[in-house]
């Protein structure tokens, strides 16, 4: 007898005002293994009424929804719920919305742009990502934060900038050696040295990869 059970299914609310982008999410979604959308909401105080109902695994927020906005919504939802994943889907490439919209517990937490969201294996990759408690950057503000905010980050070689760039993307090991054709033992190596360089050590609570992103996204 095969007494397997069925992979856990990850539950999807939606929140987004206008109805074309949040219909066309849900269908995406629902195309995808493993994943459903058990409801959608069409403003901030329907999703914290959805939330409380259907307690979905991650909220996927519209930055910007009648009567509450994506960042509000987030807030009080970790506030009784810490240890649900949030995803924000903006139209802002201001690093001021991201720095907000992050606040204190940045573990669990994405930031895409809406620009983004036609590409469907970045948006399942950012939801798996911080499903699993990682800090995920859109993809356009990761490269730019690559080019820009090194400053702070001098002490890392170009290699590992570039790789610090492809965790802030939630990409996991094998994903950024597939990325940058090398081999995942390579990656690891090079993880080791930037949590080394950048004095992240293994403290009770702390989830390395993130504060590995938040020192990238502060340039420091």
Known sequence: MDNDESPKLIRIL?????????????????????????????????????????????????????????IEVAQRVRAHQPAIALLLLSQYDDLAYVHQFLGSDSAGKGYLLKSTLGDIKTLVQAIKAVIAGQLVLDPQLAERLLQTAVSGLNQLTKREQRILAEMARGLDNQAIADTLAIE?????????????????GQKPGQHRRVEAVLRFLKGS
């Open 184 to 200: 995942q033992s390579t990656v690891e190596n090079h993880i080791n040295s930037i949590y080394g360089k950048l004095d992240i």
């Open 14 to 70: 939606i929140a987004e005002d206008q109805e074309y982008l949040r219909e066309g999410i849900r269908r995406i979604l629902t195309s995808q293994p493993g994943m459903e959308v058990p409801g959608v909401a069409k403003d901030g105080l329907e999703a914290l009424q959805l939330q409380n109902e259907l307690q979905p695994d991650i909220l996927l927020l519209d930055i910007h929804m009648p009567g509450m906005n994506g």
